[in-house]
């Protein structure tokens, strides 16, 4: 085991964790590698940024081929994939010729 930087303990374990976020009533999960504390009074959580990243990348794709142009979700795209406005405008133009 690893050393927990929380609690200080040598009690961290690589495990799968559920990771779970909603978009314009649509769930998007996924079980992804994370580093768990298993002291059960401290029981901290770390999932490595670029592992979030690839999985907000999913999503974003998933959006844009599900045909979801609202507001909110226009927005988490712009944001994850780092467009501007124009950008998306013309990638979903694309998309949607």
Excluded at 36 to 56: F, L, M, R, S
Aim: glycine share 4%.
């Amino acid at each position: 085991m690893k050393y927990c930087t929380h609690c200080e303990q040598n009690t961290i374990k690589e495990e799968l964790f559920k990771q779970t976020r909603i978009i314009e009533n649509h769930t998007f999960s996924m079980m992804l590698p994370a580093q768990i504390c298993k002291n059960p009074d401290c029981k901290e959580g770390h999932i490595k940024g670029v592992t979030t990243y690839y999985w907000e990348i999913s999503i974003a794709y998933s959006l844009i081929a599900m045909g979801i142009r609202t507001s909110t979700a226009k927005n988490f795209i712009k944001s994850v994939m780092g467009l501007s406005e124009n950008e998306l405008d013309k990638l979903l133009e694309e998309v949607d010729s």
